[in-house]
């Protein structure tokens, strides 16, 4: 027999899933053709099938020698470090194995590097609107690699491959790519509404979509939003949303649920699993006379108090003896009033700050960002101008800060044409950062009360629990006398805010309705 009939019988077998008969008949291949390129390359193959790495990479790089299958076997090298997580530098493997650029190749390369996070130089350039299973495996992970990469993406040309027909195979991948890259870019709006389109509509994937969107959720400070994308993933059978779902449910301080979760954790097979679980476990049944050091006085704060037991957070925040450990709960507690819209007592709680002498570099940073945040909220302009003049500098993570003040300080000095060009760029950018989106949705609904609320509304759709966009929302209804949406959301405003502060914000609202109403009769 020649090795191609070896190597055709061998391929029987294995598309039978006769692996053994397969291997068997290749060994003996190579004992009959010991220089056959074919033979050597598809060897190596059935070994990586089964983890025999030690065995797969001798064989392919015994085929690489041959000149028939340099190429194709130059490129197994680099798939076979890629698929099993071997940290080799992919150019490294190019020179040594002097493997040309084929499509084949190239794919390859780019699956390495996005591996280790490296990035590349390469980019995907077709005329044809139709692409192959390689075209658009190299399409994705050129996307996919641009997430390691300073500038942002594109994501246009994905969505115009994605939506097309003839490419309906790829359109999963693509729009993965392309959701990915949105969030990376600041559109977090976009690709939550991406990402969460296809956790609805993919056969295999599902749960994994709506694992990364509680993630998501998890990074935006949005526990509230995260459990019910976890709550899904746990439905689909994602192990890992399991944690996660214990994960969000202690920090938006459901804790009974959250003592559940995390006691059906302990039998999880991960003896790391195990070890959070039964520390926080230990976290949640704490009383505050049985903390015992500053580290589980902060973890008390952080998880068992909210932002109404400002007497209890103040007892056991007079204890902590760390400043950095007192600055952190401070600012998360000032986090916890915002939210809430308690502007006052945040602020009045963020001026003690002050008196602290905070090491943590990244803390400090998050409570320099925090006040402008808070200054630019309360429309003192001079305070922001002269902190923003202070030194701070905008990078890639927070654009939308700059376009927001930006945004606020032209408008303050009648520059309304740089203001709108800020503001619509921010508009429906990110619904975690309600205090842009209401900036925007306020200047837009100066001339157009409609597209304020449709700013609004994409916003809280997004983000469904969020005090300050609903009562931005509630007030936007009244302005345009949708009565009906604005009792929905009030509905869901009671049981988020104190009974105190939902009859005051009530009774603004309906003030706010009857002037527009009788404003409306007088026109």
């Known amino acids: 027999p020649s090795p191609q009939s070896f190597a055709n019988l061998s391929k ?49 790089d015994q085929a690489t020698k041959k000149t028939s299958t340099q190429a194709t076997a130059g490129s197994n090298i680099l798939s076979l470090l890629a698929l099993n997580d071997i940290p080799v530098h992919p150019d490294s493997v190019m020179d040594e194995y002097d493997i040309e650029d084929t499509p084949v190749a190239i794919n390859n390369k780019l699956v390495l590097r996005n591996k280790l996070e490296i990035p590349s130089s390469v980019g995907f350039d077709s005329n044809d609107s139709t692409l ?82 509680g993630l998501w959720a998890l990074k935006y400070e949005a526990p509230y939003v995260a459990e019910n994308y976890f709550k899904w993933a746990v439905e689909r059978g994602v192990k890992t949303a399991e944690l996660n779902q214990a994960i969000a449910l202690t920090e938006n301080q459901k804790l009974s649920s959250a003592i559940g979760f995390w006691q059906n954790l302990l039998v999880e097979k991960d003896r790391n699993v195990q070890i959070v679980a039964t520390n926080m476990l230990n976290v949640l049944s704490w009383e505050p006379g049985m903390l015992e050091n500053d580290e589980q006085r902060y973890i008390f704060l952080r998880y068992r108090t909210s932002s109404e037991d400002t007497s209890l957070f103040n007892d056991v925040l007079n204890k902590i003896e760390s400043d950095d450990y007192k600055a952190r709960a401070m600012l998360d507690m000032v986090k916890k009033l915002w939210d809430k819209d308690k502007s006052e007592a945040a602020i009045a709680l963020y001026t003690k700050l002050s008196t602290l002498k905070i090491s943590e570099a990244s803390l400090f940073d998050a409570i320099q960002w925090f006040e402008l945040k808070m200054l630019a909220s309360e429309g003192n302009i001079r305070g922001l101008a002269q902190k923003i003049n202070q030194g701070i500098e ?46 925007a949705s306020n200047f837009i609904g ?68 009857d002037e527009v109403k009788k404003e409306a009769e007088s026109f």
């Not at 060994?27 to 074919?38: L, M, V, W």
Request: charged content about 20%; some cysteine; glycine content about 2%.
């Open 446 to 513: 100066m001339t157009d009360s409609f597209e304020a609320y449709n700013v609004l509304l994409s916003a809280i759709e997004i983000n469904p629990e969020s005090v300050r966009l609903l009562k931005a929302y509630i007030l936007q209804c009244a302005r345009i006398e949708n009565e009906n949406y604005a009792e929905n959301s009030l509905e869901t405003l009671k049981g988020l805010v104190s009974d105190s502060a939902y009859s005051a914000f009530r009774s603004s609202y309906q003030t706010l309705l």
């Open 12 to 60: 029987i077998y294995s598309d039978k899933k006769q692996f053994f008969d397969a291997l068997f008949t290749l060994q003996e291949a190579s004992k009959t053709f010991p220089d056959n390129g074919q033979i050597l390359n598809n060897l190596g193959l059935l070994y990586s099938k089964t983890n025999m790495l030690d065995s797969a990479a001798v064989f392919i």
């Open 394 to 439: 905008f990078d890639n993570d927070h654009l939308i800060e700059k376009h927001y003040y930006t945004g606020l300080l032209n408008e303050a000095s009648g520059d309304t044409t740089s203001a709108r060009t800020h503001y619509e760029l921010i508009a429906y950018k990110n619904p975690f950062f309600p205090e842009s989106v209401i900036a």
């Open 132 to 213: 192959s299973y390689l075209q658009a495996s190299i399409l994705y992970n050129v996307a996919f690699n641009h997430l390691f990469k300073e500038d942002s993406l594109d994501t246009w040309p994905l969505y115009q491959y994605s939506v097309l027909p003839q490419n309906l195979n790829h359109r999963e991948k693509l729009q993965f790519a392309r959701a990915l890259n949105l969030e990376k870019n600041g559109s977090v709006n976009s690709a939550f509404r991406q990402l969460n389109w296809l956790a609805n509509s993919s056969n295999t994937k599902s749960g994994e979509y709506f694992n990364l969107l």
